[in-house]
């Protein structure tokens, strides 16, 4: 079938975006991030809310909010008093969801010689979100508490936007919705305004190949089976 535009370079982008859990020591510049957010901001919002926000980190910026978290994160009493402002996550799992969610994080910690039972490891291994991955640039991503779900249906086509324009740029994307807990620190650090909630963060750079984290490749259900078509 022929198309008006060549559907190849969009198709390519989409389909080589993965999760890198481990990023080069390598900068990038921050026309290119600024370039990135510009195509991004073309996302869909009902009538053009743009419910986005983003704080793009670098530098000792970056790590400064890091070692904060992290300090939270290492202190068993200190880390149970952060809690998410929104819920990600169901409260009860079922099928398939539950197997997906299981098979993702083995196949993770598989890669990464981790065994069943090794909480120290997995500890540390959650740990490295927090640190942006070992990326150079990290994102905060943000919305005004006002607004309504929609508003986060539309926060979701721009956060895809985000990853997909980095692909077309030779640049790796994580998204983590591990920071979401933090909320308080991240406010604190990065001085939100008082009506802003935390969404996510995300990693920015340059994905370490070598890495055996970044050879993860998650499977896909087939169109079979999540759509239907009807009057064809």
């Known amino acids: 079938m022929r198309y008006p535009y060549s559907h190849r370079y969009v198709d390519d982008a989409i389909l080589s975006r993965t999760s890198v859990r481990s990023f080069l020591d390598r900068?990038?510049?921050?026309?290119?991030?600024?370039?990135?957010?510009?195509?991004?901001?073309?996302?869909?919002?009902?009538?053009?809310?743009?419910?986005?926000?983003?704080?793009?980190l670098t530098g000792e910026v970056r790590q400064r909010l890091t070692r904060r978290i992290l300090e939270a994160?290492?202190?068993?009493?200190?880390?149970?008093?952060?809690?998410?402002?929104?819920?990600?996550?169901?409260?009860?799992?079922?099928?398939?969801?539950?197997e997906r969610r299981r098979k993702v994080g083995w196949d993770l910690y598989g890669l990464l010689g981790i065994a069943r039972g090794d909480t120290a490891r997995m500890h540390a291994?959650?740990?490295?979100?927090?640190?942006?991955?070992g990326a150079p640039v990290g994102m905060i991503f943000s919305i005004d508490?006002?607004?309504?779900?929609?508003?986060?249906?539309?926060?979701?086509?721009?956060?895809?936007?985000?990853?997909?324009?980095?692909?077309?740029?030779?640049?790796?994307?994580?998204p983590q919705a591990a920071f979401a807990p933090?909320?308080?620190?991240?406010?604190?650090?990065l001085q939100l305004p008082d009506g802003d909630m935390v969404v996510c963060g995300m990693s920015l750079g340059y994905a370490d190949r070598?890495?055996?984290?970044?050879?993860?490749?998650?499977?896909?259900?087939?169109?079979?089976?999540f759509a239907r078509f009807e009057g064809w």
């Open 182 to 189: 933090y909320h308080r620190i991240i406010a604190d650090e």
């Open 210 to 225: 070598s890495a055996p984290e970044n050879r993860l490749r998650t499977e896909r259900e087939g169109v079979a089976g």
């Open 125 to 133: 291994q959650h740990a490295r979100n927090f640190a942006f991955f």
């Open 27 to 56: 900068p990038v510049p921050r026309e290119v991030v600024e370039d990135i957010l510009a195509v991004a901001r073309r996302a869909p919002s009902g009538t053009n809310t743009q419910p986005w926000k983003v704080c793009v």
């Open 73 to 98: 994160f290492d202190d068993p009493a200190h880390d149970a008093s952060h809690v998410a402002e929104y819920r990600y996550y169901p409260i009860q799992w079922t099928s398939p969801y539950l």
């Open 145 to 174: 508490r006002t607004l309504e779900r929609g508003s986060w249906l539309d926060y979701g086509m721009f956060l895809q936007n985000v990853m997909v324009a980095a692909r077309a740029r030779g640049l790796d994307t994580c």
